[in-house]
């Protein structure tokens, strides 16, 4: 008999009684990690408070790093390591106070049998809130129960309350009441036969989405399989970063320039400066230009209906940012570019709607949202933002949703409205300018498509922007990150606590329209559209569309 050398065993700790364990996911970008880890020592010191309060231990997962400067897993390899050692039926909290990427704890939760609970602080500072609903979406994709908790400090009464629950039972539920169902449409309404129209058109004709390297930053929620796409009369063009950058060093300084000059006619302003490391710079502008230009000329040559960037990790350490290409190609008025031997103007008078950070589930939406808009003769600019933060103003909760500099300057009243500035250097090394402003006031249709129960769904809802003060939007800003375009969203019938409750994703879409009716009527068509698609459709908040 041949004898063959069998793996051992994996051996795996009990867990202690009334404990409750911590695992803390981050980023993968070192100077990220670094910079936000006295936040998250914050929020667990909070969070620990509050759950020996209760009457139980916590005992960390997994130590800090000395030479790292950080207690972060910051990789899938060392989240996998690190649940090795973890007791594989303890109650299981992941305490995130800033972006992190899901997958380095991914695989780790998908085989926990424990009770888990995502929490965050309500900070705005650090994006916590937004890893949570990512984070949060990813397992839903993955079909991992959990429950998610968000709190200032865990001191306030609903927070400890809803902590003792899940310490007590496992699973802790949250107020939806604000979610319903899509009733029957009424298929004689112009709105619900042009959605429907176009959703018939859709899959006959097919559309392609090109995707510059899949999976951004972790978010698995943000992948869709071409199985559930292609029903759809989706198809992906996988691209590669590197033929972008190819693309790039093939566009003449003189094509830039224009771009340049484009933008400089229509009052747009550049906050410039000359130290690389630190400040926005022309070199730095001119390679985003040629993105933009290149990105056309490859988006032409495959013939595709919208485009995504991945950027981070991929290109963050070989050209500057792709947000300020991002929101010009989002924009109907946008700089001119033409085919490489200038015969032809590429995507002439339209936006080529750009889906940030490669999310398909945006991908989807904005395509849709693009073509329903069009019919309607409304402006189709439209864009996905994070969930940051929000606190109540004069009466109404006023959500911040903000994003990293990819908003079409129309969101924002025009070019003149808007400006650029040097992205981050701690997330952005070659730095680069956002397309950034306020948004202005008016009346939204904000949704998200999302993947749970391996089908696709879709929430829709209204709302409208409201215009704050300088001194209010400036604290607004100062308490998230003020280089970034910002919206002052309030969303119509849905609590703070039912948004982060329900919402599957860290992004969110966001279209405008004219006034209430005009908005009212788009989101009933967009309804109409992804109900004929076969996608379970939900209406949440104040929606009528009877």
Not at 61 to 70: I, K, L, T
Not at 76 to 97: C, H, N, Y
Not at 158 to 169: K, P
Not at 492 to 508: I, S, T, Y
Request: with cysteine; hydrophobic share 40%; charged share 20%.
């Amino acid at each position: 008999m041949p004898t063959y050398t069998l793996p051992p065993p994996t051996q795996r700790p009990q867990a202690l009684p009334r404990t409750v364990y911590t695992v803390a996911s981050g980023d993968l970008r070192p100077g990220a990690n670094i910079a936000c880890w006295p936040a998250q020592e914050g929020l667990e010191a909070d969070l620990t408070a509050a759950v020996t309060s209760l009457g139980w231990s916590v005992r960390r997962g997994h130590e800090a790093d000395p030479d790292a400067q950080h207690g972060f897993i910051d990789s899938q390899r060392r989240g996998i390591e690190v649940f090795k050692s973890l007791p594989p039926d303890a109650p299981l909290i992941v305490v995130t106070a800033v972006w992190q990427y899901s997958h380095h704890v991914l695989a780790g939760l998908r085989s926990h049998r424990g009770p888990i609970l995502v929490v965050a602080n309500w900070s705005g500072a650090h994006p916590g809130l937004v890893g949570l609903l990512g984070l949060g979406a990813s397992l839903t994709k993955a079909g991992v129960p959990h429950s998610t908790l968000w709190s200032t400090d865990f001191t306030d009464d609903w927070a400890r309350a809803g902590l003792s629950r899940w310490l007590e039972t496992g699973v802790l539920e949250h107020d939806q009441s604000h979610v319903r169902e899509l009733p029957a449409l009424d298929a004689a309404r112009p709105e619900v036969e042009l959605g429907a129209a176009l959703a018939r058109h859709l899959r006959d004709d097919k559309a392609i989405i090109g995707v510059f390297d899949e999976g951004c930053m972790g978010m698995y929620n943000a992948i869709i399989d071409d199985e559930l796409l292609n029903p759809l009369g989706i198809y992906k063009e996988r691209l590669s970063q590197s033929a972008l950058v190819a693309e790039m060093d093939r566009v003449p300084d003189e094509e830039a320039a224009a771009v340049r000059s484009w933008l400089d006619a229509r009052g747009f302003t550049f906050h410039l400066g000359t130290d690389d490391a630190t400040e926005l710079t022309e070199a730095q502008l001119t390679s985003q230009f040629k993105m933009y230009i290149a990105a056309l000329r490859i988006s032409d040559d495959f013939g595709l209906d919208a485009v995504g960037i991945q950027y981070q990790q991929g290109l963050k350490d070989t050209v500057p940012a792709s947000d300020l290409a991002e929101g010009l190609l989002n924009d109907t008025e946008r700089p001119p570019v033409h085919s490489r031997d200038g015969s032809r103007e590429l995507y002439p008078g339209r936006p080529l709607p750009h889906f940030n950070e490669v999310d398909e589930g945006v991908a989807v939406d904005a395509l849709v949202t693009n073509r329903i808009w069009t019919a309607m003769g409304l402006d189709p600019a439209t864009t996905l933002h994070d969930i940051r933060w929000g606190e109540e103003y004069d009466g109404e909760f006023v959500w911040v949703f903000e994003i990293s500099g990819s908003v079409p300057a129309a969101h924002n009243g025009g070019y003149d409205r808007s400006w650029s500035m040097r992205q981050p250097p701690m997330y952005f090394p070659l730095g680069g300018g956002t397309l950034s402003g306020v948004s202005k006031p008016g009346e939204i249709v904000w949704s998200r498509v999302f993947l749970t129960g391996g089908a696709l769904h879709v929430d829709l809802g209204r709302g409208h922007v409201v215009g704050l003060p300088e001194e209010e939007t400036q604290r607004r800003l100062d308490a998230t990150t003020p280089q970034w375009p910002i919206m002052h969203a309030v969303l119509h019938g849905v609590g703070r606590d039912q948004l982060m409750a329900r919402h599957k994703a860290n992004h969110v879409q966001v279209a405008y329209a004219p006034d209430a009716e005009a908005a009212d009527r788009a989101l009933l068509a967009k309804a109409a559209l992804f109900a004929e698609l076969g996608l379970a459709v939900h209406l949440c908040g104040d929606v009528d569309v009877k």
